[in-house]
């Protein structure tokens, strides 16, 4: 089994397979032949902890990847990368494209590399690098898909990243939704239609690597994933353990699924991941991993995945050490920031960023613990950490919480996580 892994940037679920209101229509037509999970959460809010995450099975925490590959971070093992264990058992391991795991992906098990990264990072730069980076990856799949070993195809895309292009038809402003957590004026309609806009070449982009993959006659025999990393890159969006920050679309297709074509709101975390693409290679896991194999549930086995999700912040552009549970209705975020302050961590430059901040967005106070009821609360407006209707609630949430960090060995239980020698970070507010 071959397995093409399609990931984009800071989308969150801003597609249309999840009813938001820009016309994706490669990822509609994958969606309706793949699974779509609705309720798919990354293990962070930011990119190098999360998308380490997801390929290794494995916590920020865990793996060692609390911060930005890019300031200083890294993998605690190379070899638990998902390409690296694939390499492994015989795959062909071939990145086309973006990842943000190591500075030389070498490193973590790819054996082959089809192109570099952008530079400088522009709006135009990352649409010619995308448009590059699906060309190159349909050119393999069509010349050099069939061979004697299977492989595993990386193909990732700078698009929706910041800086956004701007919109073709520029009157678009006047007529987009903006999402339900921002303030809805001008200023930020033009950053969310530009926003459409990359989504939409983002689209495209990964329109020509599913019919080069359809046109090479291995779609019967390779998976299909496609995710992306974290949320929009918005105000109380990436960056931030609300849902709108780790929420995430997660598309999978593989041989022999069962539920093509099927939408589920079963609750999964990006740590499945690695489980499932082991199971479903019929490869052993490398070593103790954190997540659980979707196949169970997929053969029926099973009606659930997991009962929670765990997210967590430690490092972005500064220190701001969050954790977070989640169940299907509640969630519970715990600070552990030494000032009783809950520092917004640091935003990608933008209009609303810039919107936000002109208007208070530094003294906004946050408790050190937050708790959402999420059925009469989606939008975690309403903290009910002190309501005695939900104290049950909130001890069991609580444990959980308590639970995992002790098993995957939490470094916040033993004090203030101190940065790898060499890390750049920066002090807030000066960072925005």
């Not at 062909?92 to 992906?105: I, S, W």
């Not at 060309?135 to 050099?144: P, V």
């Not at 999978?252 to 074509?261: E, I």
């Not at 969630?331 to 208007?359: T, W």
């Amino acid at each position: 089994m071959n397995l093409v892994y399609i990931h984009s940037h800071d989308t969150g679920k801003w597609i249309e397979p999840y009813g938001y209101p820009v016309s994706t229509p490669s990822l509609m037509k994958f969606a309706k032949e793949a699974t779509t999970f609705r309720q798919a959460f990354a293990a962070a809010p930011t990119c190098s902890p999360s998308r380490s995450a997801l390929l290794t099975g494995l916590s920020p925490h865990s793996c060692g990847m609390n911060g930005l590959m890019h300031r200083g971070f890294k993998l605690n093992d190379p070899k638990s990368h998902l390409a690296s264990v694939l390499k492994e058992q015989g795959y062909r391991t071939v990145l086309c494209g973006f990842q943000h795991e190591a500075t030389d992906p070498t490193q973590i098990g790819y054996e082959r590399i089809l192109n570099e990264a952008p530079t400088p990072i522009t709006a135009e730069t990352q649409t010619r690098y995308d448009a590059n980076t699906a060309a190159l990856a349909a050119e393999y799949l069509l010349r050099e898909g069939t061979g004697e070993r299977p492989f595993f195809l990386s193909v990732g895309f700078t698009q929706t990243h910041r800086p956004y292009p701007s919109p073709e038809d520029e009157s678009e402003a006047e007529y987009v939704m903006v999402p339900p957590w921002l303030h809805d004026n001008a200023e930020i309609r033009r950053d969310v239609s530009s926003l459409n806009e990359s989504i939409r070449r983002l689209d495209r982009c990964i329109g020509e690597v599913l019919s080069a993959l359809e046109a090479s006659g291995l779609r019967e025999e390779t998976a299909v994933l496609f995710t992306t990393d974290h949320g929009i890159a918005f105000p109380w969006m990436k960056g931030h353990l609300y849902d709108p920050g780790v929420a995430v679309s997660l598309l999978l297709d593989f041989p022999g699924n069962s539920k093509k074509g099927q939408v589920t709101d079963v609750l999964i975390s990006h740590l499945d991941v690695v489980p499932t693409v082991c199971e479903l290679a019929d490869i052993p896991s490398p070593g103790e991993l954190q997540g659980h194999s979707l196949l169970p549930w997929f053969r029926g086995e099973t009606d659930h995945v997991r009962d929670a999700v765990y997210s967590e912040l430690t490092f972005h552009k500064s220190y701001e050490p969050v954790r977070s549970v989640r169940s299907n209705r509640y969630k519970l975020i715990r600070s552990y920031q030494a000032n009783p302050m809950y520092v917004h961590v640091c935003g990608d430059e933008g209009d609303s960023e810039r919107f936000v901040v002109r208007h208070g967005f530094h003294e906004e106070k946050r408790e050190r613990e937050q708790f959402f009821d999420l059925y009469l609360d989606p939008l975690e407006r309403t903290n009910r950490i002190g309501d005695p209707r939900y104290q049950d609630a909130i001890a069991e949430l609580s444990g959980k919480l308590e639970e995992w960090m002790l098993a995957t060995c939490d470094p916040l239980l033993q004090g203030p996580v101190v940065p790898p020698e060499g890390a750049r970070l920066e002090e807030f507010p000066n960072s925005y």
